[in-house]
Structures are given as structure tokens and as C-alpha cells.
């Protein structure tokens, strides 16, 4: 127990540029590729190892639309062969068999379309990145009970709070544990409670039984460790990515836009730790964690814009990742940053799945005439 203090006593992490301990995960957690663009910022973080696994975001607005026509077509359908002559049980019961079948087509296109849709709902969960301290602490020691203790009061509050904190020394007052969660501020509380959850288990996963951890998901922050990192403030960058350029490159009214939007976020009349910027079709977002005090989150997301300015360039889409607060832009209503060619491929599916059900419901249509007409003509 002696050497419990040197464990836990945060300090800077001395890696070198080639370190074998430092590595960067894309998409498998297994495939660790060296990495050092970001190792002078996870210093400052005390984090050596940085995770990151893309993911898909889609637009509801794209998404719902289908199923509003679809059903308008099934109605128009249904119409159409309730107003048909009958005649014969033959007929009729073919006539039966050819709506059924085509009401169970589109049925099945449409599930097609919302699981998507459901998918693009739930991207609150999204992983974006991880960070581990290289320390690790002793199981049945008296600093995991305390980590045990500060996880479970951070599942417990997500249920009603968007942010908290806490410490824990009750098992060992000599090796306190500290952690919070931050949840954006647009989730519901039962949101936030699934995406704390969903980093909760990240954490276990990605950081067992390490010293000091942080997960951050599309919707929610969370961080524990031995460091009283409580209420102070924190720019140093820890994450960022710029999307695709544009099509043709940017004119000065879309950069223009995108400037707008991200001076939204840094306003004086923006306030609150959770912010949100548009100017035409650019929308930006920002949010800092609720330990920070009004200047500390004007000085974080200042930081975090101008970090979007200086390396995105002219990306349709960016995001930068702070200590303490984030920044995001993206265009056209859809944001595609996380995983640029996952979004692209989910496009073509869905444009492919919207032809298909417009080309087979104008067939069905089509033929429910000629049956009609063919009716028609028998009388």
C-alpha cells in the first residue's frame, strides 16, 4: 500500500514521438497504428492512449419524408381497388392476393427506411473518442471502491440530470476518485441516461481498471480519475476532424455562412454551456461542461472555433474536441464528419430503396388500370 501514492499521484505522462504504448484505434480496437499529431495535447490530458471508431449520423428530415408518400400511395391504392368492379370469387380473390402482396412490399421498403431513420435518432450514442491513463489501479483497493462508487452515482443522476459531478473518498481518504458526465443539452434526461450508460460501458471496455478514463459519445462526456479536475478549466485539444471539402470548393458566401454560424456560438448573446449557431444552410453547435464558469466557456469554445477556422478550411463539416467544451459546423442539414464514406454508402442505399419503392408501387398501380379498364370493358 505504501506505493499506492506513487499509482495514483497524477502526473504528465513522458512519451516519446515512437512510443510502443501510445497508439491510435480505428474502427477495431485490436489494429493499433502509431500515431503523434495529438501526443503533446494528451500530456496535458494525462492520456496516452486515444480511441476512435467512426460512425453514422443520417438526416431525419430526408429519411421521414418517404414514409409520408408511401403512405399517401397505399391510400391512393386502396382507393383505387375499393372502387373496382367486382366480379367473380376468382377475381376478387386475385385482386385480394395482388393488394396484400403489394401492401406487404412497401410495408417491407418502408421498414427498410425507418431503421434507418432509427438509427440516425439514436446517434446520441455514437462513439467518438476515448482516453486511458496508463496507470492502473489495484483491484480491492481502496481507490477502485471509491471509482466503483463515483460510476454508480453517475449512472444514478443521468436519469435526471443533464450534468454532475462527484467525489468519493469514503473507502480511503488518502485516494480519492473524482468523475463527472456531461449530456447535451437538447437530450431529454431519458437520452442522457442511455448515452451515460452506453459511455459507462465504453469505459469498461475500452479502460479496464485504469487509473484515470474519459469516453465522449455523440451526446455525453464522462471522465473519472485521481486528479482534481473538478471546476477547472481545460482547452487543450483532444479530438478533431474536418469533412470532405466541397463540391467546386467554397465561395465567399459559404464561407461566409460558415463564419456566421460559428460566430453564433461565440456571441454575447449566446450564453449557457450549450450553444447552437445558422446562417443559410450551415449549422454549428457547441457546449461546454458545467464545472466551467461563464468566462472559462466563452475562452473553451473560442478556442474550439478557431481551431475549426484554422484546420477545416474549406470542410463542409468539422468538429474539435476540447478538455472542457466542443465545437461543430456541417452543412445542407446533414452532418457526415464521423464517417464520411459510411454516409456516402447510406445515401445510395437510401436512394436506391426510395427508386425501388417508387418503381414498384407505379407498376402495381399501373396494372390495378388495366385490371380496372379491363373490367370496365367486360360490362
Not at 54 to 62: C, D, E, F, I
Not at 119 to 141: I, L, W
Amino acid at each position: 500500500m505504501k506505493a499506492c501514492p506513487q499509482i495514483f499521484t497524477p502526473q504528465p505522462i513522458p512519451v516519446k514521438e515512437h512510443s510502443p504504448h501510445c497508439y491510435f484505434v480505428l474502427g477495431n480496437p485490436t489494429t493499433h497504428l502509431p500515431f503523434h499529431f495529438l501526443l503533446s495535447s494528451l500530456r496535458h490530458y494525462n492520456y496516452c492512449t486515444l480511441l476512435h471508431r467512426p460512425s453514422l449520423s443520417l438526416s431525419l428530415a430526408l429519411l421521414t419524408s418517404p414514409l409520408h408518400w408511401t403512405h399517401s400511395l397505399l391510400t391512393a391504392f386502396h382507393e383505387n381497388t375499393s372502387n373496382s368492379s367486382r366480379t367473380a370469387q376468382k377475381e376478387r380473390t386475385k385482386e385480394k392476393k395482388g393488394m396484400s402482396t403489394f401492401m406487404l412490399l412497401l410495408l417491407l421498403l418502408a421498414s427498410s427506411i425507418a431503421s434507418l431513420t432509427t438509427s440516425a435518432s439514436d446517434d446520441y450514442t455514437d462513439f467518438v473518442y476515448a482516453g486511458c491513463s496508463q496507470p492502473k489501479y489495484t483491484q480491492g483497493s481502496p481507490y477502485q471502491l471509491n471509482v466503483d462508487s463515483i460510476l454508480t452515482s453517475l449512472a444514478n443522476a443521468a436519469a435526471f440530470s443533464s450534468y454532475a459531478n462527484f467525489t468519493s473518498s469514503a473507502a480511503g481518504g488518502s485516494f480519492p476518485a473524482y468523475g463527472l458526465f456531461q449530456c447535451r443539452g437538447d437530450l431529454p434526461f431519458s437520452d442522457c441516461d442511455s448515452c451515460v450508460r452506453s459511455g459507462l460501458s465504453r469505459l469498461s471496455a475500452f479502460c479496464p481498471s485504469a487509473a484515470g478514463a474519459a469516453v465522449q459519445l455523440r451526446g455525453c462526456f464522462l471522465r473519472y480519475g485521481n486528479d482534481s479536475f473538478l471546476g477547472k478549466p481545460d482547452t487543450s485539444v483532444l479530438y478533431k476532424k474536418c469533412g470532405p471539402a466541397a463540391a467546386g470548393g467554397y465561395n465567399s458566401d459559404q464561407l461566409g455562412m460558415r463564419d456566421a454560424a460559428l460566430a453564433d456560438l461565440t456571441s454575447g448573446a449566446a450564453g449557457g454551456s450549450y450553444r447552437v449557431g445558422a446562417a443559410g444552410y450551415v449549422q454549428a453547435m457547441a457546449q461546454c461542461v458545467g464545472d466551467q464558469s461563464a468566462k472559462e466557456c466563452d475562452d473553451c469554445v473560442a478556442a474550439a472555433v478557431a481551431q475549426l477556422r484554422a484546420v477545416c478550411g474549406f470542410a463542409v463539416a468539422g468538429d474539435a474536441y476540447l478538455g472542457k467544451c466542443y465545437a461543430k459546423y456541417w452543412s445542407n442539414g446533414v452532418y457526415t464528419t464521423s464517417n464520411t464514406d459510411h454516409g456516402d454508402e447510406a445515401g445510395k442505399t437510401l436512394a436506391i430503396i426510395i427508386g425501388l419503392m417508387a418503381g414498384v408501387a407505379l407498376i402495381i398501380v399501373f396494372l390495378s388500370f388495366l385490371r380496372r379498364a379491363g373490367h370496365d370493358g367486360k360490362y
